[in-house]
């Protein structure tokens, strides 16, 4: 494998094609391109829609308690491996009644094969100690309110330590059925930061 591959790996929560979330995730992306030209870094992309894809709901049964895997054989075991080999991770989600739609939290719970796997059986599923870097991304329809990301940002974060990936940054945006994102340059700018960046923690200090 070349030192200097980053593979990528972005989970759209919203069901929409034209969303949002989908906007936010295009300008990181964005910038993760520009970063990797500019630092000779090479890059794979991998869109997963938790909504296109099969996957059945935990019934806590715990088997994945016992043996580390889950009863299910739906596209869960794929997507742990994908999550496993992703030096970097984003989430962009947006807000439905408080939190996540449950299709990305339906992925999320189905993580627990990994949790399980460390903490009951001590034979992790992943790698532990591998360098990945994560973002959460979020919007909101109505104006800023209290605790309108509270939800997303409690769970968000329990993945992202779930699969062992440090978040660089976390970034909320309200009010998305009132403004359009599209003509926010200054916000859009943010994005292309935020990939500059996660893509610049590798190309700059390296793989671990
Ligand atoms: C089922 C549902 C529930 C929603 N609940 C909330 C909510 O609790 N708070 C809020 O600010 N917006 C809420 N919204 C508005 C969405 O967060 C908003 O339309 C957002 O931009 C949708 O994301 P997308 O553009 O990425 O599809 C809700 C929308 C739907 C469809």
Known sequence: MSENLLRITGIKGSPRSQSNSSRMLEEVLKGCNKAAENFNQEIIKNIIKPHERNISACIACFHCDRTGECIYRDDMPELIKTFDR???????????????????????????????????????????????????????????????????????????????????????????????????????????????????????????
């Open 86 to 208: 992703s030096e970097i991770i984003i989430v962009a989600s947006p807000i439905f009644f408080n939190g996540m739609p449950s299709t990305l939290k339906k992925m999320i719970d189905r993580c627990q094969p990994i949790w399980a796997s460390k903490f009951h059986l001590e034979r992790p599923i992943i790698d532990r100690n591998k360098k990945r870097r994560g973002l959460l991304l979020g919007c909101a329809g109505a104006p800023k309110y209290q605790d309108q990301f509270t939800a997303l940002k409690t769970v968000g974060e329990m993945f992202f330590k779930t699969v062992n990936t440090r978040l660089l940054a976390q970034k909320f945006i309200p009010n998305t059925d009132n403004q359009v994102l599209e003509k926010e340059n200054e916000l859009l700018a943010r994005f292309r930061e935020l990939g500059e960046k996660l893509v610049g923690e590798f190309a700059k200090t390296g793989r671990s």
